[in-house]
């Protein structure tokens, strides 16, 4: 069955940096476009990168553009999210997933 579990959450500061990984089984990962999201307390989830099969293109929000870079390996099944310059609004529960399948989620918190 499909597996996607999300690594690397965790309490940082403002302005640090966190690289997430989603480790994903029980699919073609290497034929999928993958998703990142996040969720914060009493918001709705939110879109924060998309990567196509292939590694490119790549589509961000805008609030996470130019610090966010979202990337792959299809020979490890695996998708990474690298966060830089983080934000005290960037604390979510985050969550990787493609087509109706998502992880259980990682949390980042970003505070001093």
């Known amino acids: 069955q499909v597996q996607l579990v999300e690594s690397g959450g965790g309490l940082v500061q403002p302005g640090g940096s966190l690289r997430l990984s989603c480790a994903a089984s029980g699919f073609s990962f290497s034929l999928y476009a993958m998703n990142w999201y996040r969720q914060a307390p009493g918001k709705e989830r939110e879109l924060v990168a998309i990567i196509s099969s292939t590694g490119l293109p790549t589509v961000y929000a805008t609030s996470v553009k130019g610090r966010f870079t979202i990337s792959r390996d299809n020979a490890k099944n695996t998708v990474y999210l690298q966060m830089n310059s983080l934000k005290p609004e960037d604390t979510a529960v985050y969550y990787c997933?493609?087509?109706?399948?998502w992880g259980q989620g990682t949390q980042v918190t970003v505070s001093s």
């Open positions: 997933g493609y087509s109706n399948y």
